[in-house]
């Protein structure tokens, strides 16, 4: 028998049935998006009146201090980078191909202004009902004395991005951007002049008190200070964790007086200042999404927004956050039980049930890593897997989490639980990102991931091996396994079986990239993947034939209760199902056309279904 691939074509016999062919299923969406948008910017007009803008034309606004958001979002594709708002009634708002837009009815009606420029706006401040600039790509820097009737373009004798925009007056503004840009005008913007920032750092954010007080911040943790209307800048440490192995990025400041700051930041950093940025405190943080700006409300009340629909807020001037809003993608979902289950996303999303689905809550990883894959042996023990080596363990139900790799260990060299095979392949790939993970018993483990990572745990986690293979070196991106011996990898247009327990591989060359695979004993298990790629085998990984999914988009998961009857979800809200083994899928109707990602039953419980934007659904 060929030890490679055959790809069988289905004889006529089998029925062909296309995503047209919906069979009814009571699926239930548990858990819907707040909003499908990352939010940019936030501000506020009073402490009861501001907008938030983002992503895909989203526009929201409050009327009672963000006890509410309303909906005012324009037919725009692309994104709205910066408000400005002078008065409950007056706001304006910029964004990519020159785009301004202007309402003076709270909101009611956006209208767009001529912005003279077809360049992305990145930054807009106006210091009245009539003064304003906005600023972006190439050093655009435009300004009106009307309102936005007219907008009109200034020199700025430079090329770099234009990032921040704080207008003090009708004469009185800064600007920061790419390079450590300063720039300052007091004549109304007839000349812009440089001004030393003593970083080259992109500033991506300003903020003034008045003419003379203000900040700037930006990559690598740059921040800035200045007393004197620029003409010194001063240096401040703002501390900055380093998740990623570099200082992260300040994307957004705002100052309330001259002691109190908030800065946001990449991975859901925050910090916080009481003497005016002499000392950062780093706080704890309430998501780990980039956070994209920040805005004082009030004296207490205190807002930040970011990506996934991430909205912050503080009601004790900054000092602890509680998520408003959050919206992540969910990759991966595992029931231990009927009640208690556990799904993962970007940036350590990591949600938790103990009451058959009706409430998730978030649970702390500790990573501000990418989540790829979750499971569990027991309503205790669990392991996660993630980018840049992440394994993350529980021993108590997700109370606490621990990452059993160091993420600035990229050669492994303090990893104490890790022992490489003889080829010593494992020391150089075990910082690279591990995509699956699978536990056959609750003593045999697998784990999977980038160029061909390939771990084994004997012991329930204790401890992993390497079981590299000289013939495989893709990505790997999931694993399924029956018992101790039988396990089957799948990834980049490659599927690798073993039956002794990871000591040989026997590598099947195929055509599509697979996503994932699902082993329901040692002979039964199906792989699915891109473009609607549905493959089955029968004898335990040895051959593999192509079964008619009838959809042309991705699939990611399945799962199987039996031989028989097995479901697979993917792109746009598919999900199909089976009863014959695959011979025939029938598409159901989930109800949602958010991207599925996962798809898992607890033994004796519901099949749940995870996705795009936070989606959850049951059935």
């Known amino acids: 028998m060929n030890r490679y691939i055959r790809l069988l074509a289905l004889v006529s016999l089998c029925v062909l049935v296309t995503f047209s062919s919906i069979s009814l299923a009571d699926w239930e969406i548990v858990r819907q998006p707040v909003r499908e948008a990352n939010f940019i910017a936030i ?87 009539e003064h304003g600039w906005a600023g972006g790509d190439g050093g655009q820097i435009i300004y009106t004395a009307d309102g936005g009737q007219t907008w009109t373009k200034q020199e700025t004798d430079t090329n770099n991005e234009i990032k921040g925009i704080a207008a003090i007056d009708a004469n009185t503004a800064w600007a920061v951007g790419a390079g450590g840009t300063i720039l300052y005008t007091k004549d109304a913007g007839k000349t812009w002049v440089f001004q030393t920032s003593g970083t080259a750092s992109t500033l991506d954010a300003v903020s003034f008190l008045d003419a003379k007080t203000g900040w700037a911040s ?21 501390n900055v964790p380093n998740s990623n192995g570099m200082p992260e990025p300040i994307w957004g400041i705002d100052f309330l007086d001259a002691k109190l700051g908030i800065a946001v930041c990449e991975f859901g950093v925050m910090l916080r200042t009481v003497d005016g940025g002499e000392t950062w405190a ?80 978030t649970q702390g990883s500790g990573s501000v890593f990418d989540l790829f894959d979750v499971n569990f042996v027991d309503t205790k023990k669990g392991w996660v897997a993630g980018s840049n080596g992440t394994i993350l363990e529980t021993m108590d139900g997700g109370k606490t989490w621990h990452n059993i790799m160091d993420p600035s260990d990229e ?16 020391r150089n790939i075990i910082g690279l990102g591990t995509m699956g993970v699978f536990f056959a018993t609750p003593n045999i483990g697998w784990a999977v991931g980038e160029v061909g990572k390939m771990l084994k745990s004997e012991n329930g986690g204790k401890t992993w091996i390497g079981k590299a293979s ?21 990834g980049q247009n490659m599927i690798v079986t073993t039956t002794d327990g990871g000591n040989s591989w026997m590598p099947n060359f195929v055509g599509p990239v697979l996503h994932d695979v699902c082993m329901v004993d040692t002979k ?15 004898d335990g990984g040895m051959t593999w034939i192509d079964q008619v999914s009838g959809v042309n988009g991705n699939l990611y998961d399945a ?23 695959g011979v025939t899928w029938l598409g159901e109707s989930s109800g949602t056309r958010y991207d599925l990602h996962g798809i898992h039953r607890a033994k004796g419980g519901d099949l749940w279904v995870v996705g795009s934007w936070g989606v959850i659904l049951k059935n």
């Open 411 to 426: 050669g492994g060299h303090r990893a104490e639980r890790f022992e490489d095979d003889p080829s010593g392949v494992l």
């Open 282 to 361: 780093v706080l704890e943080r309430a998501t780990a999404n980039q956070l994209r700006g920040v805005t004082f409300a009030s004296a207490t009340d205190v807002w930040a927004v970011g990506n996934f629909g991430t909205l912050l807020r503080s009601t004790d001037a900054g000092a602890t956050w509680k998520a408003v809003y959050s919206n992540n993608d969910l990759n991966a979902v595992f029931f231990a039980s009927p009640e208690q289950g556990w799904a993962v996303g970007p940036a350590g999303t990591l949600l938790h049930t103990a009451d058959t689905g009706q409430t998730w809550e």
């Open 43 to 129: 501000n506020f007009a009073t402490p009861t009146h501001g907008w938030i803008v983002g992503s895909n034309g989203t526009i929201l606004r409050t009327i009672n201090g963000g006890e509410a958001w309303q909906d005012q979002s324009v037919k725009h594709p692309n994104e709205l980078n910066a408000v400005s708002s002078v008065d409950p009634m007056t706001g304006w708002i910029a964004g990519a191909k020159g785009l301004i837009l202007h309402t003076a009815n709270g909101g009611k009606t956006w209208m767009p202004q001529s912005s003279m420029t077809e360049r992305t706006l990145n930054a807009i401040s106006f210091a009245d009902a």
């Open 470 to 490: 000289e013939m495989v070196f893709s990505n790997l991106y999931g694993v399924s396994g029956v018992g101790e011996m039988n396990a089957i990898l799948v």
């Open 524 to 538: 039964n298990a199906w792989a699915v993947g891109e473009g609607g790629a549905i493959m089955y085998t029968n």
């Open 218 to 238: 930006g990559g690598n943790g740059a921040m800035v200070f200045t007393s004197d209307s620029g003409k010194t800048w001063t240096t401040q440490e703002s």
């Open 559 to 581: 799962h199987f209760d039996n031989a028989q009857e097995g479901w697979v979800v993917g792109d746009k809200g598919v999900i199909l199902h089976t009863t014959d083994g």
